[in-house]
């Protein structure tokens, strides 16, 4: 379904929804969180303001890595190859 290097539009427990890009899956008997899910990135500095906004700690530099449910991804982005004329 999902798979490495993808990016997603997820739900936040914050509220607004961000896409992130997916790192590495991990499954429950390897992860801390109890849950099957993901490692990923926040890739957009507007999402990382729309969650500070919502009483997000996330620090002005530095890594944007978050944890990510299977329960909260909505849909992957779609992105459109250009063609060559």
């Known amino acids: ?3 490495k290097g993808d990016i997603v ?3 936040s427990f914050a509220g607004p929804e ?3 890009k997916l790192l590495n899956r991990l499954t429950k008997p ?3 969180w109890g ?3 993901w490692e990923a990135l926040l890739i957009n500095e ?3 303001q729309k969650l500070r906004e919502r009483g997000v ?3 002005k530099k530095g890594n944007r890595e978050v944890w ?4 909260d991804i909505i849909k992957r982005k779609i992105i459109k190859k250009r063609r060559k004329n």
């Open 57 to 59: 700690p996330y620090p």
């Open 18 to 20: 961000v896409y992130v």
């Open 68 to 71: 990510v449910f299977d329960e």
């Open 1 to 3: 379904m999902y798979k």
């Open 30 to 32: 390897k992860d801390y």
């Open 35 to 37: 849950a099957d899910g």
């Open 9 to 11: 539009l997820v739900r």
């Open 46 to 48: 507007k999402d990382v």
